[in-house]
Every structure is written in C-alpha cells, then in structure tokens.
C-alpha cells in the first residue's frame, strides 16, 4: 500500500470537509446578519444573539478541519517496522492507519480505519511490530503487519 498516497488522500478528504464547512459559515452568515444601527426589535436581537452560539459551532468547526490538515501534513508517513505516528497497522485483520480519527473508508480496496496518536489503545500498541501482542480492556490483540 502507497503510504504517501494514503496521506494525500486523507488530506484531499480532509479539505473536501473544510470547503463544506466554509460554505456552511458563510450560508450563516448571510443569512443571519443584522444591522445592529437599525434594528429596534429586541426579539430579532435576542435570536440574532442567540443563534451566535451555532456560528461559534460552525467557525469551530473550520477550525479543527484546518488543524487537522495541518496534524496529517506534519506526520511521517515514511516506511516503519514499529507502530507510530504515520504507521499502517493489521491487528487481527483490521487496517488502522495511525493519523488522526476518521470512520472506516476505502483505500486501493481495502477498509481502513484511523485512529488519533492520542487514542488510548495507540499507547498500547505504540512502538510494537509484526508479531507482537498488547491487551486492551481484558482483550488480546496479535499486531500482523506494520508499514
């Protein structure tokens, strides 16, 4: 599995999220912009101030697809024998890449799930190889592959 193609397309799906979410802050904005000077409604004000806290939501959310941009960008993908940051890991025949959370998707046709570095169950799998086990909640997991 190309691993540099990997990162660029979790990078590529990660500004796809970003573009969505910019679109959506700035639908809100539009639509939820008064003019403070001529507005005399106190009920218009109280729902303008209300309604505030889902643009907080929204520019949150630009935010954390822009740090997560900038998480991947930074992580090495290169070539590993130990799991770490960057690592494409098989345990007990499930594909995690470690980079940051993502559900499931398809990569060359194969499911893969990431997980964050500050995951804790990567704390127990952190600088193991192939054949190594670790336990998680009462549970043993065989790690096949690192890449």
């Known amino acids: 599995m190309d691993k540099i193609k990997l990162k660029q397309f979790l990078i590529a799906e990660e500004k796809i999220l970003l573009e969505?979410?910019?679109?959506?802050?700035?639908?809100?904005?539009?639509?939820?912009?008064?003019?403070?000077d001529t507005v005399k409604d106190l009920d218009d004000l109280a729902q303008n101030d209300a309604s505030s806290y889902f643009g907080h939501d929204l520019e949150a959310r630009v935010s954390g697809h822009m740090d997560t941009i900038q998480?991947?960008?930074e992580i090495n993908f290169a070539p590993t024998d130990t799991v770490k940051p960057g690592s494409i890991v098989k345990i007990n025949g499930k594909r995690l890449v470690?980079?940051?959370?993502?559900?499931?998707?398809?990569?060359?046709?194969e499911t893969i799930e990431a997980i964050?570095?500050?995951?804790?169950?990567?704390?127990?799998?952190?600088?193991?190889?192939?054949?190594?086990?670790?336990?998680?909640?009462?549970?043993?997991?065989?790690?096949?592959?690192?890449?």
Do not use: C, W
């Open 20 to 36: 969505e979410a910019r679109k959506d802050l700035q639908d809100y904005r539009v639509e939820n912009s008064l003019d403070h």
């Open 71 to 73: 998480h991947l960008e």
């Open 98 to 109: 470690i980079a940051s959370p993502k559900r499931p998707f398809q990569f060359e046709g």
């Open 116 to 147: 964050s570095p500050s995951a804790p169950i990567f704390k127990e799998m952190l600088g193991k190889k192939a054949g190594d086990s670790y336990n998680f909640h009462g549970e043993t997991f065989q790690i096949e592959e690192v890449h």
